[in-house]
Nanobody
C-alpha cells in the first residue's frame, strides 16, 4: 500500500533553516509528481511546492519563492523540502502528497518562533 512518512520538522528561530523529508513506499516513486502542502491554524491547506516525477519541473507558491527548494531522490524514494530564511508565518503542519489519487502523509509540525 502507498505510504508517505514525513520527518525533519520541529522548532526553529526566525531566519533559520529546516529540511523536511518524505519517504515514499508502495508505488513506483519516479512515475509520480509529488507536492508539499501546509496548513496553519485556522487557515486552509495550501500548496507550497510541487515537483514532477523526473524532477525537471518545480513550482512554488509566491510566499516561499527564493526561500524554499523542493527536490527528490528517486533512488531513495524520497522528496525533500529545504526551507531557509524561515518566518513565523511559515508555522504550520506540513504534508507530503502524491498528486495522483491524492495520497497524503500524516503531516509534521514546523514552528518558527523566537
Amino acid at each position: 500500500q502507498v505510504q508517505l512518512v514525513e520527518s525533519g520538522g520541529g522548532l526553529v528561530q526566525p531566519g533559520g533553516s529546516l529540511r523536511l523529508s518524505c519517504a515514499a513506499s508502495g508505488f513506483t516513486f519516479s512515475s509520480y509528481a509529488m507536492s508539499w502542502y501546509r496548513q496553519a491554524p485556522g487557515k486552509e491547506r495550501e500548496l507550497v511546492a510541487r515537483i514532477t516525477g523526473s524532477g525537471g519541473s518545480r513550482n512554488y507558491v509566491d510566499s516561499v519563492k527564493g526561500r524554499f527548494t523542493i527536490s527528490r531522490d528517486n533512488a531513495k524514494n524520497t522528496v525533500y523540502l529545504q526551507m531557509n530564511s524561515l518566518k513565523p508565518e511559515d508555522t504550520a503542519v506540513y504534508y507530503c502528497k502524491r498528486e495522483i489519487l491524492g495520497y497524503w502523509g500524516q503531516g509534521i509540525q514546523v514552528t518558527v518562533s523566537s
